[in-house]
């Protein structure tokens, strides 16, 4: 099966098809692409014309209801079908709970290259000038948010398998995102430098910008494409949900915050009795206990709460597609060709079925 199985972009057509044929829908679909599906209860005519790129036909009160209307799949951590704030939120902690290998294996190796190089221009930073310092204070700022871009994008690889019932290893999912990771590096660059120039026009713009961009990074690593298709597919998804998906994106952040701030707990007891702070050093200036313990608690903290952040984001990027594309139903089959391709191996393996 393709790596992008079921995640084709609508007009790119989905290259994943698998070795085995997928198994028959519980209906027959519909004109089209369209597939119908059976509410348990009988309800008003179907809604017509279905959303542009394909899509289910859905009546108005099937269209982001509970599964007591109809019983939307969930063959992984969500259900396919358009996604409420909490199952966003919950989504991300569960992809975390399900496959904490690849999903803290790799946010800990990105994490901790990050802080090394941050430990060094803090070294160097003590022994600079003014303008010297600040020069490395910058290039810190857009090395950090360069990695944490870019992880957010690696581990949506470890999301999406979730969201298909599927575990993936922290080395298989490298392998997955290794022909794209400097595409994905150059990607986040490309998306901090955007944000920096809203911000010099206006601080409303940075947000703006940031928010109409987010996206990107899932697209790049998971549609495949160039990266200027991926800043425009993240355009496409978000237009319409700006404030939506900034309302969901901050209340992600505001949750990974608080979770980084218990861990940094014990670095703050540890650095007040060593009469240091992570917060600037002592009178005689940052120290290098200080900054090796600030840079442990980054390390740490970082790796621990940037999988919560990046969930979050990879299951924005669902929902999108879901609502705008209707991908549920792309998923759902492409996670029951994998149910049969699973069976498939199962019989050849234990021809007795014991």
């Given amino acids: 099966m393709s790596e992008r199985s079921g995640w084709a972009r609508p007009d790119q057509g989905d290259d994943g098809a698998s070795e085995y044929p997928p198994l028959p829908p519980p209906e027959a679909p519909g004109p089209g692409n369209e597939t119908a599906i059976t509410p348990l209860a ?61 999903t803290f294996g790799l946010s800990a190796i990105a994490m901790t290259v990050t802080g090394l190089v ?65 595409g994905l590096l150059l990607l986040s660059l490309v998306v901090f430098l955007l944000i ?18 987010s996206l990107a990074g899932p697209a790049y690593v998971l549609e495949g494409g160039s990266i200027r298709d991926a800043l425009r597919r993240s355009r496409e998804l978000i237009k319409g949900a700006w404030w939506r998906t900034f309302g969901i994106t901050l209340l992600i952040g505001l949750i990974a915050t608080v979770c980084r701030f218990i861990i940094l707990i014990p670095f703050l007891a540890v650095a007040a009795g060593t009469g240091d702070t992570l ?55 492409a996670a029951q060709d994998r149910a049969a391709q699973d069976q498939a191996l199962q019989a050849l393996q234990d021809p007795s079925g014991s």
């Fill in 42 to 102: 009988p309800g008003p005519a179907p809604m017509t014309p279905p959303p542009a790129g394909g899509g289910v036909t859905r009546t108005p009160q099937q269209w982001g209801q509970p599964d007591g209307f109809f019983r939307a799949p969930k063959p992984g951590i969500v259900p396919l079908r358009p996604l409420a704030v909490g199952e966003i939120i919950d989504g991300a902690f569960a992809s975390m709970r399900q496959n904490p290998g690849a």
């Fill in 118 to 182: 941050s430990f060094l221009l803090g070294l160097a930073e003590r022994s600079a000038d003014t303008g010297a310092a600040a020069l490395f204070g910058v290039v810190g700022l857009i090395i950090t948010y360069t990695a944490q871009t870019a992880l957010a994008g690696l581990l949506c690889v470890v999301v999406s398998e979730a969201v298909l019932g599927t575990k993936i290893s922290l080395t298989a999912a490298f392998e997955r995102v290794r022909p794209r990771l400097l």
């Fill in 196 to 213: 920096v120039l809203g911000a010099v026009g206006l601080l409303v713009g940075a947000f703006y910008v940031a928010v109409l961009l």
């Fill in 279 to 333: 917060l600037g050093g002592n009178e005689a200036g940052i120290t290098v206990g200080t900054l090796v313990l600030s840079t442990l608690a980054t390390i740490v903290g970082s790796t621990i709460t940037t999988p919560i952040s990046a969930g979050g984001l990879a299951l924005i990027y669902v929902d999108r597609r879901i609502r705008a594309e209707g991908l549920d139903v792309t998923l759902a089959r």
